[in-house]
T-cell receptor
Framework: EADIYQTPRYLVIGTGKKITLECSQT?????MYWYQQDPGMELHLIHY???????EKGDLSSESTVSRIRTEHFPLTLESARPSHTSQYLC???????????FGSGTRLTVV | AQTVTQSQPEMSVQEAETVTLSCTYD???????LFWYKQPPSRQMILVIR??????QNATENRFSVNFQKAAKSFSLKISDSQLGDAAMYFC??????????FGAGTRLTVKP
């Protein structure tokens, strides 16, 4: 059973809307990550956090923003959604990345 | 920068047969960790197996085993007695000590009944 939860699983939204993708974990992990993945394709790191009030941009430039006010919560926000944002967004966490990441089930976003 | 290469975009295997997925990586480090992740269609990505670079012994988890060749920077995954439930995208990943993980582009495995 997953200890990291992403909501919603699927989202279809109109261009220009503001959206927040939720990610929460109950494992007390300090490190959390957001990846963007087109279906069946490679993962691209867009944001990460090593703890409360710590956020960094990843390798792939993204118009999204993140916040980390609580250890367990790492939401991702798009201020104005565009069709180019259509993708799957995966959240992950780790206590010690040497032992791997725990992934959420993902949010599949479609912007029309 | 460390890179991970999976040269097989797609592989297929007959049920009950054995298949090997390839992965190579580039690093100048001596201490690192390697992983294989499985992502079934529309389902959560899960960790399949993990290898510590300082251990010469190849990791094994039930039907899954790796062939770790440190000098060649190769880390292949062998799936024995393939089952229909093994059908998924498989991602190879590299992690230098407590740094962020680098993923390969993935290999889509199809299992034929």
């Amino acid at each position: 059973e997953a200890d990291i939860y992403q909501t919603p699983r699927y989202l279809v939204i109109g261009t220009g809307k503001k959206i927040t993708l939720e990610c929460s974990q109950t494992m007390g992990h300090d490190k959390m990550y957001w990846y963007q993945q087109d279906p069946g394709m490679e993962l691209h790191l867009i944001h990460y956090s090593y703890g409360v009030n710590s956020t960094e941009k990843g390798d792939l430039s993204s118009e999204s923003t993140v916040s980390r006010i609580r250890t367990e919560h790492f939401p991702l926000t798009l201020e104005s959604a565009r069709p180019s944002h259509t993708s799957q967004y995966l959240c992950a966490s780790s206590r010690d990345s040497n032992y791997g990441y725990t992934f959420g089930s993902g949010t599949r976003l479609t912007v029309v | 920068a460390q890179t991970v290469t999976q040269s097989q975009p797609e592989m297929s295997v007959q049920e009950a047969e054995t298949v090997t997925l390839s992965c190579t990586y580039d690093t100048s480090e001596s201490d690192y960790y390697l992983f294989w992740y499985k992502q079934p269609p529309s389902r959560q990505m899960i960790l399949v197996i993990r290898q510590e670079a300082y251990k010469q012994q190849n990791a094994t988890e039930n039907r899954f085993s790796v062939n770790f060749q440190k000098a060649a920077k190769s880390f292949s995954l062998k799936i024995s007695d393939s089952q229909l439930g093994d059908a998924a995208m498989y991602f190879c990943a590299y992690n230098r000590y407590n740094n962020d993980m680098r993923f390969g582009a993935g290999t889509r495995l199809t299992v034929k009944p």
